[in-house]
Nanobody, 119 residues
């Protein structure tokens, strides 16, 4: 199973970006997906998560500005980021948790996508 993330880029403060993450490869029954971010020399931190039932969790710093949602096909997730701030600048990573074809619970990470917000 692979995760492919896209949608990063550069915007001015107050702007918006939408990140997308999609799974591919072998069968993977997703139970939850999330977006994390990590700055240079920093620990990776949770931005938002969503369960297969639609339950969402957000970091306090992004509540009211970011929205996570599942793809209609349930094989990926979006992160809609509005009112971006310079402190949102980071590399964003997608994560998926679920059951693979061998009925083994796994967590998979995608490659990072850089978000840069200028003031």
């Amino acid at each position: 199973v692979q995760l492919q993330a896209s949608g990063g880029g550069s915007v001015r403060a107050g702007g918006s970006l939408t990140l997308s993450c999609v799974t591919s490869g072998s069968i993977f029954s997703i139970v939850g997906m999330g977006w994390y971010r990590q700055g240079a020399g920093q620990q990776r931190e949770l931005v938002a998560r969503i369960s297969d039932r639609g339950t969402t969790t957000y970091a306090e710093s992004v509540k009211g500005r970011f929205t996570i949602s599942m793809h209609d096909t349930k094989n990926g997730a979006y992160l809609q980021m509005n009112s971006l701030r310079p402190e949102d600048t980071d590399v964003y990573y997608c994560n998926a948790a679920g059951w693979d074809a061998a009925n083994k619970y796994r967590e998979v990470w995608g490659q990072g996508t850089l978000v840069t917000v200028s003031s």
